[in-house]
């Protein structure tokens, strides 16, 4: 498997993010190079959401554009996995027969030997576990680590060390059933990982460089693991996580409110490290809507929450989801989602249309009866009405000094060098030293800077804002050596 080359293209959530690094480290250690071509790689992997239909609509488009390419190079392995290939393998196979292979979530250590087999043998290939009646054991032989542990613990130490963030899982699945949710269905159960394994993972993070690591789970505030006989639940996870010498911010999502209790609160305001920030979904403002969705929250109790929070951890930053266009809803009904926004003052809100998906129960007991051009208007109203929050939220914030890690150039100024080193002028020049960071709200913050400023933790003071993103200048230029 020596100087192939490998395309993975990921789509969703933070989970799949993820599952797309460690995958890739997998297949890194078997020799592949990574590629930005799709249609020159020797395998190509497509990382799946079916959270909504337009995510598996472009898969399958993505999928499709490979047809022909195929053809030419018929050696090539292409394969779909995550959670699209957990809920509809057959129909992957119906709608793009050139496809290989097929693995869920829970299987995706298998994909190096599933790879290798249909090298070996130009077979389809199936992993799946939600769906036992689906499930099939393709391989010939096992592998010395056939578990879904195995996967996390194969991120490789030997990395250059070069990223200054990174995701760590603490918990898959989920146990909530959701009325409108597929998730339960591609992921499985809810499964905390063992918490000693989360630090050791943590711990080899840091000692390559990593200073914010985001914990990860599908209701990751429902995290709880038997510790020597002892339950630790997500608190202490914090705590224990805290001590990690190296890493500087730990943030984690998603929360579900459902299950949020108040020493997590205690725990973000007493561990310096734990981010002010909170992303906590609360999908509706009526609770007529909410009972329909099954959800373990009211409107009231997530109100209480929020005001909790805010008494609790000094400067936090809420953030939030909707679902516009859910079975039955009334103008009455989204006007009350209206309200809830204008009245928490959210530092943003991702909202989205209803999509109805197959095997959930308001698929199969419930009506997709608010129509398309009102589920965009919707859509568009709740976003407009969030950014006039979002703008008078960071207008407040302009003269204070925030702390910023540096990710990197910002997005304006990757094109301005692009520009400059096709063109072999200064075009865009004003942008081309352009650093993006994020501070402990996440708050998204641009300034100038210089390469050197990467990685590190600046003092910016902020001198202008839009409703998305905030423009400043280095305050602590000064105390640091030239």
Same mark, same amino acid.
């Not at 070996?120 to 992993?127: F, M, S």
């Not at 949710?181 to 711990?203: A, K, M, N, Q, Y």
């Not at 809420?318 to 516009?324: P, Q, W």
């Given at each position: ?80 996995? #995550? ?11 119906? %709608? ?64 250059? &060390? ?10 898959? /699945? ?27 993972? *943590? ?5 390559? &460089? ?6 990860? #789970? ?96 000094? &400067? ?44 959930? *129960? ?7 009866? *608010? ?36 990710? /990197? ?18 075009? #865009? ?19 100038? /800077? %210089? ?12 001198? #202008? ?6 423009? /400043? ?10």
């Amino acid at each position: 498997m020596n100087d192939r080359s490998v395309y993975l293209e990921t789509m969703g959530c933070q989970m799949n993010v993820l599952d797309s690094e460690l995958v890739l480290g997998q297949l890194r250690a078997r020799g592949y190079t990574p590629t930005d071509d799709m249609h020159a790689a020797d395998l190509v992997l497509v990382n799946t959401c079916s959270v909504r239909r337009h995510a598996e609509d472009k898969a399958l488009s993505r999928l499709g554009s490979l047809k022909l390419s195929k053809k030419s190079k018929p050696d090539r392995v292409i394969g779909v996995i #995550g959670c699209m290939a957990e809920r509809d393998p057959d129909g992957i196979f119906e %709608k793009v027969p050139h496809v290989d292979l097929v693995c869920g979530p829970a299987e995706l250590y298998k994909v190096p030997a599933m790879v290798e087999e249909v090298q070996a043998g130009r077979n389809r290939l199936v992993a799946l576990t939600v769906n036992k009646s689906r499930r099939s054991t393709p391989l010939e032989r096992a592998t010395e680590h056939d578990s879904v542990e195995s996967l996390d613990l194969s991120r490789d130490p030997r990395s250059d &060390g070069s990223s200054i963030q990174a995701y760590v899982r603490v918990q898959r /699945g989920c146990d909530k059933f959701c009325t409108f949710c597929v998730v339960p269905f591609t992921r499985g159960p809810e499964r905390s990982r063992p918490p000693d394994l989360i630090v050791d993972e *943590v711990r080899m993070l840091a000692d390559r &460089g990593c200073k914010e690591i985001t914990l990860l #789970g599908q209701t990751v505030n429902s995290y709880v693991n038997q510790d020597g006989g002892r339950p630790v639940n997500f608190a202490e996870l914090l705590e224990r996580v805290h001590v990690v010498e190296g890493i500087e911010r730990i943030r984690f999502v998603t929360s579900y409110p459902g299950d949020f209790t108040s020493d997590i609160f205690d725990a973000m305001r007493d561990l310096p490290k734990v981010c002010a920030y909170l992303h906590l979904p609360v999908q509706s403002g009526s609770n007529a809507v909410l009972e329909r969705m099954r959800r373990q929250h009211t409107v009231e109790r997530f109100r209480e929450l929020i005001d909790q929070a805010r008494q609790t951890v000094p &400067g936090i930053t809420i953030a939030t989801d909707f679902i516009v266009g859910f079975s039955g809803e009334t103008d009455e009904e989204f006007e009350e989602s209206c309200e809830l926004v204008r009245r928490s003052n959210f530092k943003n809100i991702f909202c989205f249309k209803y999509s109805e998906r197959p095997a959930t *129960v308001a698929e199969k007991r419930m009506p997709d009866d *608010v129509p398309d051009a009102v589920k965009r208007q919707r859509n568009r109203t709740l976003l407009e009405l969030q950014e006039e929050v979002a703008m008078a939220n960071n207008q407040t914030l302009l003269g204070r000094t925030v702390e910023v890690l540096v990710e /990197g150039y910002s997005k304006a100024a990757i094109k301005a060098q692009e520009a400059e080193q096709t063109r072999g002028s200064e075009v #865009g020049w004003k942008r081309s030293d352009q650093l993006v960071g994020r501070t402990p709200g996440d708050q998204i913050v641009v300034f100038t /800077g %210089k390469p050197e400023d990467i990685g590190r933790l600046a003092q910016v003071r902020l001198t #202008g804002a839009t409703a998305l993103t905030l423009h /400043g200048e280095l305050a602590d230029r000064e105390a640091r050596p030239s």
